[in-house]
Structure formats: structure tokens, C-alpha cells
């Protein structure tokens, strides 16, 4: 069986989706870590859009962090990440697709947002989000144990996961928190971060805030800033 090899950066929580995904299956993989602020040449044939992650599995190469999600789902089954019904396999997807377009989009607009009124704005939309992800995500679906899903991890529990951990930058910066009553949402965060594949690619909030500061005052220049900007 061919090595998987993973492109990454430690300070991407979309890589580190990946990463968690390839620790929880307990695949051998080989880490390629890729200086965002000084990209190499040949990156471009690797990473059509200029981003980590990527993954190569033999003659596969794939991009974007949560098809390689469900790729590597698909190669390797065990253990299994998705739920067995298809109804809930929708739901599955329905939360990826929410953490992607609604979630992750909030969480980085209020960073990058410079004026006041704007934060404001986008600090709302961010609170509506978590009231919806306790209220019908966690309080509806996790009945039956501590994951969104209920007893057993899921390829939703890791696409949020990571901007979890990089709550601490956005609450040092925007002075942005968790609402208290989305008490359920703080215990999965808690469970969340006792999982060894966790514990094998955390940071400190320190790094996270070093990390984001030309998020917050809005000086990035990398693609994905520069793609945020635009929406
Ligand atoms: N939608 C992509 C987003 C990946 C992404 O934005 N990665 C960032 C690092 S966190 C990146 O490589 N950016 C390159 C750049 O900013 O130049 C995914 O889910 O994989």
C-alpha cells in the first residue's frame, strides 16, 4: 500500500482537519510541511489553488479539507466516520457544509473586520451560528453520547474541531466568546480536546493569537485572505 502523504501547515486548522482524520484511521502518512509565507516553487503542481491541504494516496492527489475528509472515508473505512444511515450521513454533510460556508466564513470575516460596525455585524451572525449548532445540532443529534453526532466521532466533529482551538485568538482580539447558554457546545469543545489525535496536533492560544495578528489588524497577503476580502 502506497504512503499517504499530506501537504500541511501547522497553524492551518483546515489541514489540521485532515491530519485529524488521517490520526483517528491510523494511517502511516508522511507530513510535508509547507511555509505559507514563502511557498516553495514546485507548490503550484501540487496545490492548484496555492493551499494546504493537499494529500497524495498513489495516483490520487486530492484538495479542499473536507473532500479529502471524505475521501479518506472512502479508502479507509475503518474506523468508520460517517454515520450508516443515509439520513443521517445527509445530516453529516448538512453540518460540513454549514462549518464551511456559514461558521468558518463568520469566524474569519469578524477577524479581518476593521471597523466597528462591521465586527459588530459579523460577531452577530457568529452567536446566531453557535445558538444553531447547540439548539440543533448538539441539544437535537448528540442525545446518545458527547460527539455532534451522539456516541461516535464524526467527520463533523472534526471539521469544527479546530476553530475551537483557535477560539482563544478571537476572544483576545474581538473579545468574542461561546454565548453561556450554548452549554452543550463548551462540553463537546471539553471532550473534543481529550482525543489523542487532538492532543497530537494542539497549540497553544498563544501560537493561535501570534498566528492570527495580521488576520486581526488585516494585513495578510496570502490567497486565502485575499479570497475572504472579496466576500
Ligand atoms: N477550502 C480550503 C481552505 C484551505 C486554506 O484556506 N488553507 C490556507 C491555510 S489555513 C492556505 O493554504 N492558504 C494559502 C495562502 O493563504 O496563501 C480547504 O478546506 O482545504
Given at each position: 500500500m502506497p504512503k499517504v502523504k499530506i501537504y500541511s501547515a501547522s497553524a492551518c486548522p483546515f489541514a489540521q482537519r485532515s491530519r485529524l482524520v488521517l490520526l483517528e484511521k491510523g494511517v502511516d502518512f508522511e507530513l510535508i510541511e509547507i511555509d505559507l509565507q514563502n511557498k516553495p516553487d514546485w507548490f503550484g503542481e501540487v496545490s492548484p489553488y496555492g493551499k494546504v491541504p493537499v494529500i497524495q494516496f498513489g495516483d490520487d492527489r486530492i484538495w479542499e479539507s473536507t473532500i479529502i475528509n471524505e475521501y479518506l472515508e472512502e479508502v479507509v473505512p475503518e474506523p468508520p466516520l460517517m454515520p450508516g444511515a443515509a439520513g443521517l450521513r445527509a445530516i453529516a454533510r448538512i453540518w460540513i457544509d454549514f462549518a464551511n460556508t456559514k461558521f468558518t466564513t463568520a469566524f474569519y470575516k469578524l477577524l479581518l473586520?476593521?471597523?466597528?460596525?462591521?465586527?459588530?455585524?459579523?460577531?452577530?451572525?457568529?452567536?446566531?451560528?453557535?445558538?444553531?449548532?447547540?439548539?440543533?445540532?448538539?441539544?437535537?443529534?448528540?442525545?446518545?453520547?458527547?460527539?455532534?453526532?451522539?456516541?461516535?466521532?464524526?467527520?463533523?466533529?472534526?471539521?469544527?474541531?479546530?476553530?475551537?482551538?483557535?477560539?482563544?485568538?478571537?476572544?483576545?482580539?474581538?473579545?468574542?466568546?461561546?454565548?453561556?447558554?450554548?452549554?452543550?457546545?463548551?462540553?463537546?469543545?471539553?471532550?473534543?480536546?481529550?482525543?489523542?489525535?487532538?492532543?497530537?496536533?494542539?497549540?497553544?492560544?498563544?501560537f493561535h493569537i501570534e498566528q492570527y495578528a495580521k488576520y486581526a489588524n488585516n494585513s495578510a497577503s496570502g490567497v486565502t485572505a485575499q479570497e475572504l476580502r472579496r466576500y
Open positions: 473586520s476593521q471597523e466597528l460596525e462591521k465586527q459588530q455585524e459579523w460577531e452577530e451572525e457568529l452567536q446566531q451560528h453557535f445558538r444553531l449548532m447547540e439548539m440543533e445540532g448538539l441539544r437535537k443529534l448528540s442525545e446518545a453520547g458527547p460527539y455532534w453526532l451522539g456516541e461516535s466521532l464524526s467527520l463533523v466533529d472534526l471539521a469544527f474541531y479546530p476553530w475551537f482551538e483557535r477560539l482563544p485568538a478571537l476572544e483576545y482580539y474581538r473579545g468574542v466568546a461561546i454565548p453561556v447558554e450554548c452549554f452543550r457546545l463548551r462540553e463537546w469543545w471539553m471532550v473534543m480536546q481529550l482525543r489523542d489525535s487532538v492532543q497530537a496536533t494542539i497549540q497553544s492560544a498563544e
